[in-house]
C-alpha cells in the first residue's frame, strides 16, 4: 500500500505527489480531459482531429513518465512527426476560417465553450510543461511546441465550430 500522497512512475515508486514530473504529468491529462469534453460537442470532423490530439498527449505523457530512467538525450525532437502533422492540420484548418476583427467570447454553442476551455487548460499545461522541462533540463523542444501548437488547434476549432 502507498503511503498517503505518492504514486508510482515507470519504474520508481513512491512518489511524492509534489513531485514536478507529477505535476506535468497531471496537467497534460488535464488537458486530454478538456479535449474529451470539447470533443463530444464537436462535428465529427473535429472529434477525430481532438481524438489524435489525445492519443499524442497519451504517449507524451508515457514518455515523460519514463523520468529519469530514459537518458535525456532520448528526449531530442522526439515528438517531431507528431509536431509537425499538428501543424499541417493547423494550416489546413486555418485556410478555411475567418479570424475574427475582435476578440472573441465563445460559449454560445457547447462546441466553442468547451473548446475554449480546453484551449485555456492546454495553455497551462504548456506553462506546467517549460517550467518542468527548464527545471529537469530536459532537451526536447518538440513536446512544448506540440502544446503551444495544441492551443492553436483549439483556437482553430473554435471559429470552425462558431455559429455562422
Not at 475574427?100 to 467570447?105: D, S
Not at 510543461?129 to 473554435?158: G, H, K
Amino acid at each position: 500500500m502507498k503511503a498517503i500522497g505518492q504514486t508510482d512512475l515507470i519504474g520508481e515508486h513512491g512518489v511524492r505527489k509534489s513531485d514536478l514530473r507529477i505535476r506535468l504529468l497531471g496537467a497534460i491529462d488535464e488537458a486530454s480531459a478538456a479535449l474529451s469534453l470539447a470533443k463530444a460537442f464537436c462535428s465529427p470532423e473535429n472529434q477525430e482531429r481532438i481524438e489524435i490530439c489525445q492519443k499524442n498527449l497519451s504517449r507524451m505523457m508515457g514518455l515523460l513518465a519514463a523520468l529519469p530512467k530514459t537518458p535525456l538525450s532520448d528526449y531530442k525532437a522526439c515528438f517531431a512527426e507528431e509536431l509537425e502533422a499538428l501543424e499541417a492540420e493547423n494550416t489546413g484548418i486555418e485556410a478555411g476560417v475567418s479570424y475574427p476583427e475582435a476578440f472573441i467570447h465563445p460559449g454560445q454553442t457547447p462546441a466553442t465553450g468547451a473548446l475554449n476551455l480546453a484551449r485555456t487548460v492546454v495553455r497551462r499545461a504548456e506553462r506546467e510543461a517549460v517550467a518542468a522541462f527548464e527545471a529537469l533540463n530536459i532537451p526536447d523542444e518538440s513536446m512544448l511546441q506540440y502544446l503551444n501548437r495544441l492551443s492553436t488547434l483549439c483556437y482553430l476549432l473554435i471559429l470552425a465550430e462558431m455559429p455562422e
